[in-house]
């Protein structure tokens, strides 16, 4: 098993990945990705580290310090590191977190393309890199690395959701973005794609096109990913019944919510609530 470090309590997990050389020479491809949930002792401090990270907070706050600059992380934000200048991050005083280190042909120059602003990013796509980074770590773990080019997608696909500016006045009146807000905020509730497309003033099929390629989804897909993934937070942080769990994020029973997560992540909500019941404090 991996040695975790001081801080980090147990059942958090941590996988290295080994790359092919092939990946190496023409992808993007994960180094090392985990799920970690620490305490008050928790710190990395380096002068420097090979490969960029991309970490996602969970719960709690942290402190950063990069470059000679401290930065205070709040819950939902995502550190976007190159990690070739000196660095520390640490629990303030707990925090979980998922975090990937990457390489790859351009990852040193895109990753400070993206944070030359700032190394933490607050935007409305937070909530799917937190969500892909999950599935990553959960996959990695139980499989190892996949295909090259579909592992390096998924890379590229955090990377992409991490490029525009936030708070662009222009992205907030996009109809896309408003309709993810609207699934975001109405997410117990029925949702259609006809619903959704008449709000962003388009056919269902052009609506269809424009929201996955602004997001990668299909917009149903992401009804269903944003409906999973509130599922997992109650799952976590609250002693509701799978049932009542169901009911909160939009479906009528709780074997249609123990459908999905099985589809899904391969567990049964019972089964990711007992194993992740580090969390549930």
């Given amino acids: 098993m991996y040695e975790l470090g001081p801080g980090i309590l147990p059942h958090s997990i941590c996988v290295p990945l080994t790359a092919t050389a092939r990946a190496k020479e023409l992808y993007f491809y994960p180094v090392l990705c985990g799920h970690y949930d620490c305490d008050r002792s928790y710190r990395v401090s380096r002068e420097n580290y090979a490969n960029p990270l991309l970490l996602f907070l969970r719960k709690g706050n942290m402190l950063l310090e990069y470059d000679g600059v401290q930065y205070h992380v709040e819950k939902g934000d995502v550190i976007l590191l190159d990690c070739d200048r000196p660095h520390s991050y640490a629990a303030n005083p707990a925090a979980e977190f998922l975090y990937l ?113 602004h997001t990668g989804f299909s917009p149903m897909e992401y009804v269903i990913n944003t409906r999973l993934e ?47 019941g580090i969390w549930t404090r």
């Fill in 101 to 213: 280190h990457f390489d790859g042909c351009n990852a040193h120059a895109l990753t400070r393309a993206i944070s030359a602003s700032s190394p933490i990013l607050r935007r409305e796509e937070n909530v799917l890199v937190g969500q892909q980074l999950y599935d990553m770590v959960q996959e990695y773990q139980k499989h190892g690395l996949g295909n090259e080019a579909a592992d390096s997608l998924r890379i590229y696909q955090l990377l992409t959701w991490l490029s525009l500016p936030a708070g662009n006045p222009a992205r907030d009146r996009d109809p896309i973005h408003q309709t993810m807000e609207y699934i975001r905020a109405h997410v117990g509730e029925s949702i259609s794609l006809g619903e959704l497309a008449q709000q962003a003033h388009l056919s269902p099929c052009h609506y269809s096109h424009e929201f996955k390629r």
């Fill in 230 to 276: 509130k599922a997992k937070m109650l799952l976590l942080q609250t002693t509701l019944s799978v049932t009542d769990i169901a009911y909160e994020v939009g479906y009528e029973s709780g074997g249609s919510l123990s459908n999905l997560f099985i589809k899904k992540t391969g567990i049964s909500p019972r089964e990711y609530r007992r194993s992740n």
